[in-house]
């Protein structure tokens, strides 16, 4: 097994261990909580990393038995259609049908995914998998679990602490990612009389140097850029993170200490209006 592949597996199963933990500690009260996650509680929030365990180990063993296709009762998405489209319902559905069996849910359905991990071969991490954007390779696939449950770990445990940070393990892997969710979550606009470019500059622990210059329509990324910024955001790894998917108000997050904002404070806001989370 490559060292990429067996510490991704060991991310995902980490992570979700140290999630249980924390939802094992819940009462009831804080169950009902609202989390990161507009219209969702802590219990939704967990409901839709609990529900999708089960799926990523169906569509890991279809992947290896050479099927990337939909499965029954499922459908590619369309263009320009939000990742976010029906998901909301289905965790409320999800949790009311789970009720107190929710927490052994999770339990029960990450250990499944842990046991389909531990089958993947280096000949399978390449093999296409179903997702609803379009087949990924599996390693893609596996690695979006990390995603999904280190950013509603996020939203959980902020519903209950306004200072909680982003998990610091999962981060390099996160940052590697950031391509390809920025692809999926560029909003195009009106055209710009001029480009907007936003600077990033990110200390740690994963450092980022990094401008977006967004030009309505589309946006490109240029690595340790230089010259001037319309707005450049100072912060750490995993608020950089934060922003990124989505779970930041700027103008909030410049009072709590979790950026600071250089140039234009309009224009940092408006990024939010090109890259939205879902």
Same mark, same amino acid.
């Given at each position: @097994?490559p060292?990429? @592949?067996?510490?991704?597996?060991?991310?995902?199963?980490? %992570?979700?261990?140290?999630?249980?933990e924390?939802?094992?500690?819940?009462?009831?009260?804080?169950?009902?909580a609202?989390?990161? #996650?507009?219209?969702?509680?802590?219990a939704?929030?967990?409901a +839709?990393?609990?529900?999708?365990?089960?799926?990523?180990?169906?569509?890991?063993? /279809?992947?290896?038995?050479?099927d990337?296709g939909?499965?029954?009762?499922?459908?590619? !998405?369309?263009? *320009?259609?939000?990742?976010?489209?029906?998901?909301?319902?289905?965790?409320?559905?999800?949790?009311?049908?789970s009720?107190?069996k929710?927490?052994?849910?999770? %339990?029960?359905?990450?250990?499944?995914?842990k046991?389909? !991990?531990?089958?993947?071969?280096?000949?399978?991490?390449?093999?296409? #998998?179903?997702h609803?954007?379009?087949p990924?390779?599996?390693?893609?696939?596996?690695?979006?679990?990390?995603?999904?449950?280190?950013? +509603?770990?996020?939203?959980i445990?902020?519903?209950?602490?306004? &200072?909680?940070?982003?998990?610091?393990?999962?981060?390099?892997? !996160?940052?590697?990612?950031v391509? /390809?969710?920025?692809?999926?979550a560029?909003?195009? *606009?009106?055209?710009?009389?001029?480009?907007v470019?936003y600077?990033?500059?990110?200390?740690g622990?994963?450092?980022v140097?990094e &401008?977006?210059?967004?030009?309505?329509?589309?946006?490109?990324?240029?690595?340790?850029?230089?010259?001037?910024? &319309?707005?450049?955001?100072? #912060?750490? %790894?995993?608020?950089?993170?934060?922003?990124?998917?989505?779970?930041?108000?700027?103008?909030?997050?410049?009072?709590?200490?979790?950026?600071?904002v250089?140039?234009?404070?309009?224009?940092?806001?408006?990024?939010?209006?090109?890259?939205k989370?879902?």
């Amino acid at each position: @097994m490559p060292n990429d @592949m067996k510490d991704t597996i060991e991310l995902v199963n980490a %992570t979700a261990s140290r999630l249980g933990e924390f939802l094992s500690g819940l009462d009831e009260q804080q169950w009902s909580a609202n989390s990161a #996650c507009e219209g969702w509680t802590v219990a939704d929030a967990a409901a +839709h990393v609990t529900a999708s365990a089960s799926t990523w180990a169906t569509n890991i063993a /279809r992947a290896m038995a050479g099927d990337s296709g939909p499965p029954e009762g499922q459908s590619f !998405m369309t263009p *320009g259609e939000r990742g976010s489209s029906g998901l909301a319902q289905n965790a409320i559905t999800y949790r009311e049908e789970s009720g107190s069996k929710l927490l052994d849910n999770f %339990t029960s359905g990450y250990a499944d995914l842990k046991e389909q !991990m531990a089958k993947l071969r280096e000949e399978n991490w390449e093999k296409p #998998c179903f997702h609803r954007r379009g087949p990924l390779p599996i390693g893609d696939y596996v690695a979006l679990r990390v995603q999904e449950l280190t950013v +509603h770990g996020w939203d959980i445990r902020w519903g209950l602490d306004p &200072d909680a940070e982003i998990w610091p393990e999962p981060l390099a892997l !996160m940052v590697g990612r950031v391509p /390809r969710w920025l692809s999926n979550a560029f909003r195009p *606009g009106l055209d710009l009389p001029t480009p907007v470019r936003y600077r990033f500059d990110v200390d740690g622990p994963v450092a980022v140097k990094e &401008d977006l210059v967004v030009t309505g329509d589309a946006f490109q990324a240029e690595a340790n850029a230089s010259g001037d910024a &319309d707005a450049v955001f100072l #912060c750490d %790894t995993g608020n950089y993170i934060l922003l990124l998917y989505g779970r930041l108000d700027v103008d909030q997050a410049t009072v709590e200490g979790r950026l600071r904002v250089q140039g234009s404070l309009e224009q940092a806001v408006n990024f939010t209006a090109w890259f939205k989370g879902f």
